[in-house]
């Protein structure tokens, strides 16, 4: 089945509000695995810590190194003392930054908004497509730093309880500041577990993306395919591209850690599935027709109804495989989306 006729409805599934994990567990390593046989649907039950026993000497894993930004600051309108919020979505030159404010009516170009008592001062520059607002801010000394102490994680609008510590949203080997979302799949690891899976002779492969706040956004479109998907930034170094090519050529498998992992290598590979040195914008839209170029298998989080991340997994294991799975997963309570449990697809 390809995209043609599929609806968005095709991907709802009901999921218990309960389910959707709002605080990351104690010890990373320790969430439910649930392994997923793309072929014949087939599930079983494990726990996170053992996925090196799934995975074989030469087999490549993919992660994205993208790191997180604090990107939420709330302060205050400077004429009126008036509370506003800010999220930072990307840089554009500079110390211009497109954001998503609130409340959005009052935030007209020439606006000032103060943070952290002055420590952090922006200008409205302007209204652009979306609604969003361009952005200058003021300050002394390094952005990241002061950043990091005024800023909040941007945590998804499900995730109603705070964050005690800013590094559980991020993952251990979180490198290039860039992101508003964390890429998810990839909280589960901790350097002991990349440390043994590497022992075992498995190659690892960091590449960047960028993962933006589009990410969440529903398909609102009852036709998958009039959906507008979301561009983010990506870059494949050439040290990751040569990993990627020997393994593809050695006939060991390449498992991307995240779609959006997936959706880098996928954007980037050329016709005979091998890659370059690389860095661009991708909107690709993967959903069930697509033919993988790159990827074997997927360790990825249960993900939203109706998203383009079911969308993309189901591409990988078939749409009735995956929602039955999905089914699976609800009736053994597993915890869903950012903080919650993973799924192996191989």
Not at 39 to 47: L, Y
Not at 106 to 132: H, I, Y
Not at 183 to 194: D, N, R, S, V
Not at 224 to 249: C, F, G, P, V, W
Request: charged content about 25%; overall charge negative; hydrophobic content about 40%.
């Amino acid at each position: 089945m390809d995209g043609q006729g599929l609806k968005t409805s095709d991907f709802y599934f009901d999921l218990p509000e309960e389910l959707i994990a709002q605080d990351p567990l104690e010890d990373r390593s320790s969430s439910r695995l649930l392994m997923l046989d793309k072929n014949t649907g087939e599930v079983r039950h494990e726990t996170f810590k053992r996925i090196g026993d799934y995975l074989e000497a030469g087999d490549c894993l993919v992660l994205n190194n993208t790191k997180v930004l604090p990107a939420r600051l709330l302060g205050i309108k400077e004429e009126t003392g008036a509370a506003v919020e800010v999220l930072l979505l990307k840089r554009r030159e500079g110390d211009v930054w497109e954001t998503l404010v609130k409340p959005g009516r009052k935030m007209k170009p020439g606006a000032r908004l103060v943070f952290g008592g002055g420590a952090l001062e922006a200008e409205v520059l302007d209204v652009v497509e979306e609604g969003n607002r361009l952005i200058k801010f003021t300050y002394e000394g390094i952005f990241e730093e002061v950043l990091d102490s005024l800023g909040e994680m941007p945590l998804p609008p499900y995730i109603t309880h705070k964050l005690k510590d800013k590094n559980r949203y991020q993952t251990v080997y979180a490198k290039y500041d860039g992101s508003a979302a964390a890429p998810t799949a990839g909280l589960h690891f901790t350097q002991e577990l990349l440390s043994q899976i590497e022992q075992k002779g498995i190659k690892l492969a960091y590449v960047t993306l960028h993962v933006g706040l589009g990410t969440f956004r529903p398909v609102k479109t009852d036709n998958i395919l009039e959906h507008h998907m979301h561009s983010e930034y990506y870059q494949i170094t050439d040290q990751a591209a040569k990993i990627i090519n020997e393994t593809k050529r050695s006939g060991h498998r390449v498992i991307c850690v995240g779609t959006t992992s997936c959706r880098t290598i996928e954007s980037a590979a050329d016709e005979n599935g091998m890659l370059k040195a690389c860095c661009g914008d991708t909107e690709i839209f993967i959903y069930p027709g697509y033919k993988f170029k790159v990827l074997d298998g997927l360790i990825t989080n249960f993900h939203l109804p109706e998203s383009t991340l079911v969308m993309l997994v189901s591409a990988l294991a078939g749409r009735e495989n995956v929602l039955a799975a999905y089914q699976k997963a609800i009736e053994e309570r597993y915890r869903f989306f950012s903080f919650g449990d993973a799924m192996f697809i191989q």
